[in-house]
């Protein structure tokens, strides 16, 4: 199984250094397409995708959240974290615990 990493080039090529599939993505058709030959090649397990091309995939996204393989997980690019990766991880935790216990408030949303 392979792990490749979707984004602006600037932000992922270092990963090819360690051996992932860089798929360069500039822009929302790019990304899209990107992640849909990747979630459909069945080779993939995991797609690392900068915070900013995620932006351009809600879809696509959502899409992945329902399957097991390939997981999806949101990077800081370049320019920085958006928060988010971390929103998604707290999101994940939510809904399978059913509290958020990373704040400490139970029972809020």
């Not at 051996?19 to 397990?45: I, Q, S």
């Not at 959240?65 to 991880?89: F, H, M, N, T």
Request: proline share 4%.
């Amino acid at each position: 199984m392979k792990i490749a990493v979707v984004g602006d080039y600037d932000s992922i090529l270092g990963f090819k250094a360690v051996g992932l599939d860089v798929c360069p993505a500039n822009g929302a058709e790019e990304v899209k397409a990107a992640l849909k030959r990747l979630m459909n090649d069945g080779e993939t397990a995991i797609i690392y995708i900068t915070e900013q091309a995620a932006l351009f995939a809600d879809e696509e996204i959502a899409e992945c959240r329902d399957r097991l393989v390939p997981a999806l997980i949101p990077i800081p690019g370049r320019e920085g974290s958006l928060g988010i990766g971390k929103q998604r991880v707290k999101s994940s935790i939510e809904r399978a615990v059913g509290a958020d216990i990373i704040s400490g408030s139970i029972g809020e949303n």
